[in-house]
């Protein structure tokens, strides 16, 4: 289970969000926020004694070093000093009511910063906003193993060539601009080991002491047992392999200097938005390339997201596959460079979903139930394939997502990668395949050789479906038998969800049976391209398929999209070669048969679109033959 605290709403992720300002005590409201918020400022035990700077405009600077901008409301000082002066605190309204207008259709700051008495240093640590959603994480996740990630780093770190502003509300965005700088003001990396160790401090050990020696102390003991260094590297502040694994390092010594002196707490690196970026894996699991040969390197981190042409075709949702097929082939090459320069560390795809076309707009149409069977079902193949490529550690992206709710005021957040309904908190089919998952499978199982067949019909005739530029391999089981009959052919938009039920739709090429014939007859085997330099395009910017009911001269066969079939299977055993598992994942919008030895009288756990919000459907199967409904995951304990 992994918690993030990110971008893009830094006061939900950032402890200290302006540096330590010494005797000068600043307050600054940035953006709409400046135009009718309330400025707080406190002296503690002391009085407020000087304004040295106000200003209610464009004002610009950091707390130490303010200057005014183009647009200044004159009376700002005036205004600040009647309402704090000789006060231990004063709430002050800005808005143009207040100070005046002082440039109409300008975005409006606040910026105040006085002088308390006795002097004191300050800083800015404030965990007010924090605390309430890590209290309710680590509550949640009670007795599971967590990976912490407080990814945001504080702008005041870097070099910019502005100030860096964000919203006081911390249910607004940041600005753009959040990120930017790629420098750090502090190259040796102590500033920033030092901001990570007090924070984890904080959580770990209670409170921590801050940068000017005071006790800044909470009541958190918590266990982190992984801490992963920040997130998607190659787009917060455009970091490279080299300036990340600095950082990195920095944050490793910072933590461990204050929160971590035994060095208990593991550590994971990376997190990659990109692919194919081999060479930031052969960079930074080079331990020549670390501050120290002592710099952990327990586990790297990478993300997956497939795609879809369409958001509320099933049929489009078959390529989520094809997509994943290509995501275990990265696979391989990342696990090949792990095993060469560093194999004990882990590999982990902490962040694994489905993002469909218009995601985050407004006005994109809902997507069916059945979108969370297929994203499902992607996540279960997912699950076999990498345990068969040597990743450790599979995540799943995210907990919560929403579209568009105006009655909250919340703009579309990644509706198509949530796990849990946005109504109601309960888990969608995502969610309870997961869930399945973790329930009959664990970690030291093993996977054992699988072949199964999908089942004929009673002519013994089978059907193939593919999508548009997938190619479709058509063969006899029997070397001797031939291909006699083509009993359906159609490229277009193919009706009906179950072989031997397939019907034309509206959209088909005339031509299909001709191909499809002309490709196979007589033949023992045969490989048909879906797309339309072979069939034309009978229907321009329309998502097409080809299916294909055939028949061999003797016996059956089979036809698919590629070499793991309709169906995936893959059987499982305990460590001990106890406990028989299969796994069964239905990899299209129509309904499958599979034959599975022992399967009869087995009980059998599923997951399907009879229940796209769950909970997991628990059955005892009459036959050998498992039949599926699209999308469907099904564990089955075979009875021999």
Request: some cysteine; hydrophobic content about 35%; aromatic content about 10%.
């Amino acid at each position: 289970m992994c918690c993030s605290f990110r971008l893009p709403y830094p006061k939900l992720g950032v402890a200290e969000l302006e540096p330590p300002s010494g005797t000068a005590l600043c307050r600054m409201l940035n953006g709409e926020d400046g135009n009718n918020e309330t400025a707080t400022l406190s002296c503690g035990e002391g009085t407020i004694a000087k304004i040295d700077f106000a200003s209610f405009g464009t004002p610009t600077g950091s707390c130490g070093d303010l200057a005014l901008g183009k647009c200044h409301a004159a009376n700002s000082t005036t205004i600040v000093s009647s309402m704090c002066l000789g006060k231990t605190s004063c709430a002050i309204p800005v808005n143009v009511d207040v100070f005046g207008e002082p440039c109409e259709n300008v975005v409006k700051q606040f910026f105040v910063q006085v002088q308390c008495t006795p002097a004191s240093n300050h800083t800015y640590w404030d965990f007010s906003v924090i605390d309430p959603m890590t209290e309710d994480f680590m509550n949640a996740t009670k007795n599971h193993t967590t990976i912490i990630n407080f990814s945001t780093i504080p702008a005041w770190l870097y070099k910019t060539s502005k100030r860096v502003l964000y919203p006081d509300n911390p249910d607004r965005l940041a600005s753009p601009g959040y990120t930017q700088g790629n420098e750090l003001v502090d190259p040796t990396g102590k500033d920033l080991g030092d901001y990570y160790g007090r924070l984890v401090s904080y959580y770990t050990q209670g409170g921590f002491t801050d940068e000017y020696g005071q006790e800044q102390k909470s009541n958190y003991h918590y266990d982190f047992p992984y801490w992963e260094c920040l997130n998607e590297v190659e787009s917060e502040h455009h970091n490279s392999k080299e300036s990340y694994t600095q950082v990195y390092d920095f944050m490793v010594q910072g933590i461990r200097r204050h929160a971590d002196p035994d060095r208990k707490m593991k550590f994971v690196g990376m997190a990659l938005e990109g692919h194919h970026e081999y060479d930031w894996y052969s960079y930074f699991l080079n331990i020549s390339n670390h501050a120290s040969s002592d710099i952990p390197l327990d586990i790297v981190s990478f993300h997956f997201y497939a795609g879809a042409s369409s958001r509320t075709d099933p049929q489009a949702y078959m390529s989520f596959f094809s997509r994943a097929d290509n995501f275990v082939d990265e696979c391989k090459e990342i696990v090949a460079i792990r095993d060469q320069l560093s194999p004990h560390t882990l590999l982990d795809v902490d962040e694994l979903g489905v993002i469909l076309p218009g995601d985050n707009s407004p006005s994109s149409p809902p997507f069916p139930l059945v979108y969370w069977n297929a994203a499902g079902a992607m996540y279960a193949y997912l699950f076999g394939r990498l345990s068969e490529v040597g990743v450790e550690i599979l995540g799943e992206s995210q907990l919560v997502g929403y579209p568009e709710l105006p009655e909250l005021n919340l703009q579309p957040q990644f509706p198509s990668v949530a796990l849990l309904n946005w109504t109601n908190g309960l888990g969608n089919a995502r969610y309870h395949v997961l869930k399945m998952l973790i329930q009959n499978f664990e970690a030291g199982d093993r996977l054992v050789r699988t072949s199964f067949g999908q089942v004929p019909l009673p002519d013994l005739s089978f059907c193939g479906y593919i999508l548009n530029e997938a190619t479709m391999t058509i063969q006899c089981d029997a070397s001797s038998a031939t291909i006699d009959k083509i009993l359906f052919a159609s490229y277009g938009t193919v009706q009906g969800n179950t072989c031997g039920n397939y019907t034309v739709g509206e959209c088909n090429a005339a031509n299909s049976t001709d191909i499809v014939q002309k490709a196979c007859l007589g033949k023992n085997m045969c490989t048909i391209d879906a797309n339309t330099p072979l069939f034309g395009d009978p229907c321009y910017k329309t998502v097409k398929y080809l299916a294909v009911q055939a028949h061999c001269s003797t016996g059956t066969g089979a036809a698919s999209g590629g070499s793991s079939g309709d169906v995936y299977a893959q059987a499982f055993t305990a460590a001990d070669g106890s406990n028989h598992r299969v796994l069964l994942v239905n990899k299209t919008p129509q309904s499958q048969a599979m034959s599975v030895p022992g399967a009869s009288g087995a009980k059998a756990y599923a997951v399907d679109d009879t229940r796209p919000t769950g909970p997991v459907i628990v059955t005892t199967l009459t036959s050998d033959t498992v039949s599926m409904r699209p999308y469907a995951v099904y564990v089955v304990y075979p009875t021999k």
